[in-house]
């Protein structure tokens, strides 16, 4: 029989089992509690809310569940290992269990009952197998939906997840409507999201988990009037609140198909992969359509994506460390950087494909401290408000495809010095009117194929500038340092300081070299037609900026470029037989190759001219070394 329960302040409430009421009263100061090792979620009317004062009339139930113990993973155990490291100490993987909330879990192909709450599950049913046309609603934060985990097979089709309220951690997946965890194989089908929060994403791939998702529509927007506005990563171009999906670990992802909607900093997401070796220790093990090699693969086809906001930049999909991304035929319009590359080490990979359509306000690639990845572009457009891509402190191979590079500023690449310097960045001091200074060391006639950026052209008809402004400065060293933020430093913790007997950590990369200073930049044409300059350049900030901080963060790599002559940043540029260089404007080049059959001419039926080492040279197939300038 249904009951009416009055909760009076500072008289505490035990629920020891689950209670059914049609009106529930909690006064100011009211106290409740689940007994030890439990909690508590109050739904009305199958719609979960906060435990707070109030009047509650209707299908009440106040549920007594167990907590998901869910096992560290992803950034979160990645940091954990490395403050162990630091401290010296072990790491206890155990003591690093976090208690979440969950409507469903599913382990092993079987619903866990005692972690699993019937009142909140709305329509459907949660099975063993599958879950088939549920609605999932509630306004409570850090509330998960289904969590499928262990070795289950599992669909989840036809359903509907409406969620509101902040999340807190979203690194380990608290709050998501669907996670995946070890070692997970899961599709979901025509299914929902309707997020509006804070931190907290719709959906999780995680641990080793294989997950499909399809004819799905996910949207995530954060309310108006918070005032968390990302605060660890506007360093790396980011403003806002939310990451509408996460990927993790050694996880994989297909999205086909799907809508997705954010005003958050990023809509796909990758963050805090693991290593290779998992995957690679037994190649026998691998699914027929694993990509060994990469960590993590995600894949987006026949995907629309739409990033907007008036206090929103951030990024279609982030390919950070080990990993593989792949448009294949979607459009990807974001107020920001569609495309976000980071990879390290050698091992990322980011593929558009199959008339993809890449729209951002500013550019459509954003490539940050990147270590020898590879961009490809095929088949597709890109249309941008300034360059078509950024790279800053990065060495990074570029192929571009029978593409359409529509930049809003002209500039197709743009290869400018680094002015992010890490995630407790206080602020950039712009180094105003300092010039570069020759180093007789550097080669300035040849890329190499690990400290350079190489651009290739194949069956392309173009027409925008390639701009190298590198320079020796460094100024990112100059740097005001802070903290990593308030959320950054609560969730995941506050770096410790090494011992101070230990040796002073040094740059790993390419022996030393960080890949924020200059570097070559190679262009190579194959069968293209190319309309523009291709240069060294110069590089400036808006006039009067002398400091660029979280106030005025879209300050950064907003410089103009103009050509000028090389100092240390050199530009080799190679033409095939097949292809045709219109120069619009003044050329400044280390090196230069002309197949038979090529041909370099000014724009329009202007004359051009070339000069080597300051002596005038006739503009005919062969190799050229030196300060080339090519002048209309």
Known sequence: MLKKRIVEACTPWVVERTERLY???????????????????????????????GHYKGEIVMAVTDYYEMPAHGLKLNFAEMFAEIRGEKLDTEALRTPVKA???????????????PAIVQNGVVGDRETDGVYIASTEEDLCGIIVEGNSRYTIKNSRFDME?????????????????DNAELLVDNCQFHFAGV??????????SRVTVRNSRFINMAPDGTDWVGDFSWQSGMRGHNRLTQLSDNADVLYENCFMHSNGWGLCSIDGTGDPKVRDDDPAEWPADAKPGFAVTMTLKDCDMTL????????GA???????????????????????????????????????????????????????????????????????????????????????????????????????AGMDQADFIIPVGEQDVRDESRDLAHVSATEDVTVDLTDDTLCGNFYNSTTNLRAYRRVTRGGM??????????????????PTPVMMRHNGNDLKGAMNLGVDLHNTTLTGVISSASQAYREGLYYITSENMDELANVTQKAAPTVNNGVVVTLDSSSVWNVTGTCYLTAL?????????????????????????????????GAIVLSL
Not at 27 to 46: D, M, S
Not at 106 to 114: E, F, L, P, S
Not at 599 to 616: F, I, Q
Request: hydrophobic share 35%.
């Open 23 to 53: 009106e529930l009263i909690l006064r100011e100061g009211a106290e409740i509690k689940a007994p030890e090792g439990k909690y508590l979620t109050l739904t009305v009317n199958g719609c979960g809310r906060e435990i707070k004062p």
């Open 103 to 117: 409507a469903a879990v599913v382990r092993d192909n079987k619903v866990v009952a005692g972690q699993t709450n």
């Open 165 to 181: 309220g902040n999340g807190h951690d979203d690194w380990l997946g608290k709050g998501t409507a669907i996670s995946a965890c």
């Open 199 to 208: 931190t907290r994403c719709t959906l999780q791939a995680g641990m080793n």
């Open 308 to 315: 907007t906001g008036p206090r929103q930049h951030g990024y």
């Open 318 to 420: 982030f390919c950070i460390g080990d990993n593989h991304i792949t448009m294949d035929h979607t459009r990807c319009d974001v107020n920001g950087m569609p495309i976000f590359l980071m990879g390290m080490q050698g091992k990322g990979r980011f593929d558009v494909l199959n008339g993809s359509y890449i729209t951002g306000r500013r550019f459509g690639a954003s490539i940050l401290d990147d270590d020898n990845s590879v961009l490809n572009i095929e088949d597709s457009t890109f249309n941008t408000r300034k360059s078509s891509i950024c790279l800053r402190g990065s060495a990074t191979a570029i192929r571009i495809k029978n593409s359409a590079m529509i930049a809003g500023n002209g500039t197709i690449v743009q290869l400018m010095d680094s002015d992010e």
């Open 485 to 502: 933020g308030k959320l950054h430093d609560r969730v995941l913790g506050i770096i410790p300081p090494p011992p101070a007997d230990a």
């Open 593 to 625: 190759t002309i197949a038979p059959g090529a041909k370099v001419v000014g724009a329009e039926g202007s004359h051009l001219t070339m000069t080597v080492d300051g002596a005038p040279a006739a503009i005919v197939p062969g190799t050229y070394r």
